[in-house]
């Protein structure tokens, strides 16, 4: 029984620095491939430019804040049309489900962000300090002139990494060029500075010192996944029933681990995969890496640590032999997952290709509903709202549908049309009028249809006969 005067126990653990040791390997190139084609892809994407005339950006992606629109290369969304982004992070998260539930945390062991960039920052590390053992010594030597020296190139590459990463993000929110000509002028707008200034302190501080702390502390993932995982899931495993007892090849009855610490030297969570399945463990497959190699020079099967499903494990030590990954693969969650994945990329397809370029609000004015002109017409006035979505200057023509009938005419314009400029917004003020004594005037409401038809614009890409229709009433004198 403990004193009533003894101090409970600390909850804080201090961070044990992890070294992980260079390792080759098919899972290792995957990552470097991996890591080569998501970073080209954030740098670079900002630079690529996409011809959409002249009234409108020449970036093929493109947030674009100020017009409160997104360009990606052909395709433009505009903020009426936001299911389109709604659908796409649907889709994002049903992807993330079927791997998960198909191949575990695949994303955190492979295309992760934080695991991209620290995986890159330990490369900058070992190409300054050396492996394993010379980082360690390193570590633990005193702070003289080598490791001043040492560990100052290493900041200062991982900070104009980190710069970079700030810095190509805020160029997906305006024309790249001219950012960073504002950038090196001084003369770019305090919120980008800004922004740069956080992205950077946030990826040279998580990449560089937290690293694998934001995923076992962080974030919120791993635990989200282990609820889309089941026996059938494939993830990494090591073989006990093969390896153990560990030790020497030399002692007769020992399995096939010789105990050399190859894979727990090379883990960037700095965990031991021998002990079982763990929440640290990112499935990155580098231990896999590690222990073929062992394997190899020992002259055993690879596949001591490898991807396996609990159903193959629980077979193989029964004497039993894997199923095919396919059978683990194909089975009715991630075939739902597919299912819907596919319906929702299908129906943003659909969507996309059926969209009119006119987006147009019609509110009727309430108050008050009607008016009584001098010749004794009943007039109802509307506010419209109309989006031209094209890039060239647009004329729209107006007209109504209704049973009895009915005149359209637009304030302060000849005509029942106008012309809006390219890519803005009208906003018009319309008047229906029913004649004296006729059915809408004196009935105390019609259903109307007022239509919009806007002119094909040629070399825009507009349709001819793009029109829509918005349904509202005509109040009478007998409302
Ligand atoms: S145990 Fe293996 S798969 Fe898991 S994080 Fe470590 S090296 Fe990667
Ligand atoms: S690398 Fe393989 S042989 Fe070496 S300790 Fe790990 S499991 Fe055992």
Redesign the pocket.
């Known amino acids: 029984m403990s004193s009533p005067e003894a101090s409970p126990p600390s909850l804080y653990a201090a961070r044990e620095p992890i070294f992980p040791r260079r390792v080759k390997g098919k899972f290792r190139t995957a990552k470097w491939w991996i890591m080569a084609f998501t970073l080209g892809i954030y740098y670079l994407t900002p630079w690529i430019r996409w011809d959409r005339g002249p009234n409108l950006p020449d970036q093929a992606v493109l947030v674009d804040l100020a017009n409160r629109r997104f360009f990606f290369f052909m395709i433009e969304i505009w903020p009426h049309e936001f299911y389109f982004v709604a659908g796409l992070l649907i889709m994002a998260g049903l992807g993330l489900f079927l791997f998960t539930s198909a191949a575990g945390r695949v994303w955190c062991?492979y295309a992760c962000p934080q695991t991209v960039w620290t995986d890159l920052f330990i490369l900058v590390e070992r190409w300054v300090e050396g492996d394993r053992n010379a980082r360690i010594r390193l570590h633990r030597q005193k702070w003289n002139g080598e490791k001043l020296r040492k560990y100052g190139l290493k900041w200062t590459v991982w900070f104009l990494i980190a710069l970079a990463t700030g810095g190509a993000w805020i160029f997906y929110f305006t024309d790249a060029p001219t950012l960073l000509r504002d950038l090196l002028a001084f003369e770019a707008h305090p919120v980008a500075w800004i922004t740069m200034l956080i992205l950077t302190l946030t990826t040279f501080a998580f990449g560089g010192f937290a690293r694998e702390q934001i995923c076992i502390y962080a974030c919120p993932w791993p635990r989200i996944q282990a609820a889309m995982m089941d026996e059938d899931t494939i993830t990494?495993a090591y073989r006990d029933w093969r390896g153990e007892p560990r030790g020497k090849q030399s002692v007769a009855g020992n399995g096939d681990c010789i105990d050399c610490m190859a894979c727990v030297n090379?883990?960037?969570?700095g965990?031991d995969?021998r002990n079982g399945q763990q929440l640290a463990?990112?499935?990155?497959?580098?231990?896999i890496d590690a222990c073929d190699d062992t394997m190899d020079r020992i002259g055993k099967p690879r596949g001591l640590i490898d991807y396996i499903a609990l159903t193959d494990e629980t077979r193989e030590r029964q004497g039993g032999a894997p199923i095919p990954v396919w059978k683990h693969v194909l089975r009715p969650r991630t075939i739902l997952y597919t299912a819907l994945w596919t319906g929702v990329g299908v129906a943003l397809v659909v969507a996309l290709f059926l969209r009119s370029a006119i987006d147009v609000n019609v509110t009727p004015v309430r108050n008050p509903t009607y008016v009584v002109l001098s010749d004794g017409t009943i007039r109802n006035t509307y506010d419209i709202r109309l989006r031209n979505m094209q890039g060239e200057p647009r004329w729209f023509d107006f007209s109504v549908a209704a049973d009895a009938p009915l005149n359209v005419a637009i304030e302060g314009v000849e005509g029942a049309r106008i012309e809006v400029p390219a890519n803005e917004t009208a906003h018009v003020r319309l008047y229906l009028t029913a004649a004296p004594g006729s059915t809408a005037a004196e009935a105390p409401r019609s259903e109307v249809q007022i239509w919009i038809e806007g002119e094909a614009v040629p070399g825009a890409g507009s349709p001819a006969g793009d029109r829509v229709a918005r349904n509202t009433v005509f109040n009478g004198k007998g409302g």
């Open positions: 062991g990494i090379v883990c960037p969570m965990i995969i463990c990112i499935t990155c497959g580098l231990c």
